[in-house]
């Protein structure tokens, strides 16, 4: 049960951080453009 929660508490933090990198990429992007 701990490692369940583990596991899904890692890919949470994961997706969470890869979300963010997306958005400051795109943010970045659309700013380069300008």
Do not use: E, R
Request: no cysteine; net charge positive; glycine share 0%.
């Amino acid at each position: 049960m701990i490692i369940l929660l583990k596991d899904i508490w890692l890919n949470y933090m994961y997706s969470h951080i890869h979300n963010t990198n997306f958005k400051f990429y795109m943010y970045t992007h659309i700013i380069n453009k300008f």
